[in-house]
């Protein structure tokens, strides 16, 4: 069993790289990958610790894409970091995550939540990416909100009054980057986008065309139904399957690692193979192409 999206304290988990890598031995996993948020500072201290296991990994993170009226996720592994014209796009995410975290609190002081930047520091640290559910965490100890998910349903979801947009990639760049800095990019979480399956298939098959390699089609809580929808996904566009959790720890109550909520998931062990074999491959041909 394996878990390829996981999430530490170089982003919004609340477990350090060393702490998640424990984790997923505990949960007998044969291989795991941290998938950070726009960014994988995390992942050498995660990459020793989990092969200090016994655990296989390979480095990832993942994307925020823009896309209207839709959220849509794009995970990326096995690139090469150092890969300038990637940083910098990643460099521009970031600084607008920091531009929204800012306008968002402005929105809270006006409704009479009084949350500060080092609150919200308190919660996140001085690593990695600062992010929404740093501020709910901030709301919860300072009584505004009973836990995150109640924080996140008063104030900072979509259509909340402290809610605010902020820059994501397109797409065809984050693909585009990341297959030029030598790596592969999976689609996480379908169903989260909330497109309807037609408009999922559309949309898959226009990712597929900009050089999509993999769809995440185990993830926690998806119904055998929605699964094998994106199986056929996959075939129709030549897509291998991946998997994983969305392990955050605290700041995702009751989701565990490799196993999902109420053990309802199972990632083989072949999606993992299939996305080493890929970024083998993606590898090799950036080596080829910058000689």
């Known amino acids: 069993m394996v878990d390829l999206h996981l ?21 007998k996993l044969t291989a795991a990958v941290l998938t950070d948020h726009d960014n994988s500072e995390g ?46 796009e990643l460099q521009r995410i970031r600084k607008g995550r ?45 009584g505004y909100a009973r836990d995150i998910r109640d924080a996140f349903w008063r104030y ?13 990639s397109p797409p065809a760049v984050c693909i585009r980057l990341v297959r030029e800095a030598g790596g592969v990019v999976v689609m996480a979480h379908p169903y989260q986008t909330e497109f309807t399956r037609e408009e999922l298939r559309e949309f898959v098959a226009g990712l597929a065309s900009e050089g999509l390699s993999g769809i995440e089609v185990h993830y926690t809580n998806y119904r055998e139904s929605q699964r094998d929808f ?29 196993t999902g909520i109420d053990g309802n998931l199972m990632v083989p062990d072949s999606c993992y193979e299939s996305l080493e074999a890929a970024c083998a491959k993606a590898a090799a041909d950036h080596s080829v192409s910058t000689h």
């Open 98 to 142: 920091l531009a929204r975290n800012a306008e968002v609190l402005s929105r809270l002081s006006l409704i009479g939540c009084r949350i500060t930047p080092e609150d919200v520091m308190r919660e996140s640290g001085d690593v990695g990416v600062t992010a929404r559910p740093h501020i709910a965490a901030a709301l919860v100890r300072k």
């Open 230 to 258: 994106l199986l056929q996904l996959a075939k129709e566009n030549s897509l291998f399957a991946t998997g994983g959790s969305d392990f955050h720890g605290e700041n995702k109550p009751n989701l565990f690692v490799g």
């Open 43 to 88: 992942y050498e201290r995660f990459s020793e610790a989990a092969k200090a296991r016994g655990i296989h990994t390979l480095r990832g993170m993942e994307i925020s894409a823009e896309v209207p009226k839709h959220t849509v996720h794009l995970l990326a592994y096995g690139f090469d970091p150092a890969y300038a014209p990637l940083e910098e």
């Open 7 to 27: 999430h530490s304290t170089f982003s919004d988990g609340t477990l350090t790289p060393e702490a998640l890598a424990e984790a997923c031995s505990e949960a």
């Open 156 to 168: 900072l979801r979509r259509g909340a009054p402290a809610y605010a947009e902020r820059y994501r």
